[in-house]
């Protein structure tokens, strides 16, 4: 069983989507929690992660001002609110429980949730 992300879609530029990741067996709770993304022919990378209790966030530079990582532990669900989208912000997202400060993966990776943003 995987994470499971939602809430992808295909958006004009400036647009808003939020997305959301869940583990429908596994307690995210206790996890610093992460967003990646993949574009076509890229290395995944890093989007934004939030620690267990959501006391503490880190973003990406190029999403800083625009997304917004959050979690709500009693839904074991982790969001990503993204905003002012742009072409660039093409890819699918991916969430995953992650350790360590570069963020190793600690479960399989899901099918992650796909976001087109057309200009």
């Known amino acids: 069983v995987q994470l499971q992300a939602s809430g992808g879609g295909s958006v004009q530029a400036g647009a808003s989507l939020r997305l959301a990741c869940a583990h429908p067996r596994r307690a995210l709770g206790s996890y610093t929690m992460a967003w990646f993304r993949q574009a076509l022919g890229k290395e995944r990378e890093f989007v934004a992660a939030i620690l267990w209790n959501g006391s503490n966030t880190n973003y990406a530079d190029s999403v800083k001002g625009r997304f917004t990582i959050s979690r709500d532990n009693a839904k074991n669900t982790v969001y990503l609110q993204m905003n002012s989208l742009k072409p660039e912000d093409t890819a699918v997202y991916y969430c995953?429980?992650?350790?360590?400060?570069?963020?190793?993966?600690?479960?399989?990776w899901g099918p992650g949730t796909l976001v087109t943003v057309s200009s």
């Open positions: 995953n429980a992650v350790a360590g400060q570069f963020y190793r993966d600690l479960f399989n």
